[in-house]
């Protein structure tokens, strides 16, 4: 039986509401469009055909015609692409390929939709991790969303990494200009380091991750980059300890997933060298739910729905504290002040605005 609104409804609230709703099934629904377009790389098509048909860009991107058709109407009325209507072309603005195409560019969005899959596949063990505990192993993301995420966060390293981050430390810039030695701590397929390999020629550089497939990506990865010879990567949970002793050592995205951060902190304390240097990359976010309701970037379900779905699950599937996305810079200094560091400083880049930096020290 439908029931009538009650009167006392704001009806135009209802309507703005549920065009929220139905905006975001929509979303959910162009998910899955976006995730054959990455896998096919559609966008780059049109991008580099300029405007073109719907026959001519399915010839173009070896499709099927109506697949074709269709999947340009979704874009364009999505406005993720353009549609000019006299010609019957579809084509992307640059700015649009900038997000969707550019893989290099600061802003490159595409690589997230190869994630998606993933994600949903978990939902029936994520449904039963909120019914009983635990969580969703790290081991059932597989290398579709492990490249996303890689192709996400190297774009910040590319673009970023060299040029500001590592100079923002006067005093480790010059270590490293210098010969220093680098360990990346949860270091994934390896990206970062691979930067800092090629914009510190004379440093020496490992990096250490718990998850052996994305040790073998990083040494892959290495090597078609010809930096074999100069980067090493190693299977290792640091909670067991690390070798070596480090002018820096750095964690991009990595904190707030360790299952156990506490022992992590204590043993990136003891691997630095007296004056080195702890650098930090979270997610800006904070500890505080109702600043992350008030993010000025409008960003805060994307924090915490992420941690859902991969951060504080695969933590929890582990027995582990499940910090989640959302660790925000009061819990990295209780955090860095547990483990033994006395120094944090917060620097903040202009441009990454959708990140928190920390240089952490004895
Ligand atoms: C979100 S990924 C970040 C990867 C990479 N730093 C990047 O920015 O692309 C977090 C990584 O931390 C690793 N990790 C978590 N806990 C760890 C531990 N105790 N020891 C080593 N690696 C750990 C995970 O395996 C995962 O690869």
């Given at each position: 039986m439908c029931a009538e609104p009650?009167?006392?409804?704001?009806m135009d609230k209802i309507h703005t509401f549920a065009f929220k709703v139905l905006g975001d099934f929509t979303a959910a629904q162009m998910g899955t469009l976006s995730v054959i377009a990455d896998r096919l790389g559609l966008w780059a098509h049109l991008a580099e055909a300029g405007p073109v048909s719907s026959a001519a860009f399915a010839e173009r991107a070896g499709i099927n015609e109506r697949y074709a058709r269709e999947w340009l109407s979704a874009m364009a009325c999505h406005g993720y692409i353009e549609y000019d209507d006299g010609a019957k072309r579809f084509s992307m603005t640059p700015e649009q390929a900038f997000c969707l195409v550019n893989r290099d560019s600061p802003l490159y969005l595409g690589s997230l939709f190869g994630m998606a899959p993933t994600s949903w596949s978990n939902v029936d063990l994520l449904t039963e991790s909120f019914k009983h505990g635990g969580g969703v192993p790290q081991e059932r993301f597989g290398n579709e969303f492990w490249c996303g995420f890689e192709r996400f966060t190297r774009t910040g390293f590319r673009n970023?990494?060299?040029?500001d981050w590592i100079p923002a430390m006067p005093e480790v810039d010059a270590t490293l200009r210098a010969g220093g030695s680098v360990a990346d701590v949860g270091c994934g397929n390896g990206q970062a380091l691979l930067f800092l390999a090629q914009g510190y020629p004379a440093a020496t550089l490992v990096g250490f991750d718990n998850y052996a497939p994305a040790i073998e990506a990083a040494n892959e990865n290495a090597r078609a980059a010809g930096l074999a010879d100069r980067v090493r990567y190693e299977v290792r949970d640091v909670t067991q300890g690390i070798p070596g002793s480090y002018d820096l050592i750095t964690t991009f995205d990595v904190v707030h997933d360790m299952p156990r951060p506490r022992p992590a902190m204590q043993e990136i304390h003891k691997a630095l060298k007296p004056d080195g240097t702890y650098f930090v990359l979270e997610f800006n976010f904070s500890s505080d739910l109702q600043s992350n309701i008030d993010h000025p970037l409008g960003i805060g379900a994307f924090g915490y729905s992420a941690s859902t779905n991969y951060c504080m699950t695969q933590a929890l599937a582990v027995g582990g504290e499940g910090t989640g996305t959302c660790m925000g810079e009061e819990k990295a200094r209780e955090l860095a002040a547990e483990g033994g560091f006395t120094h944090f400083r917060r620097i903040d880049f202009p441009n990454n605005p959708f990140n928190l930096f920390f240089e952490i020290r004895s």
């Open positions: 009650a009167p006392d409804l704001d970023n990494l060299v040029q």
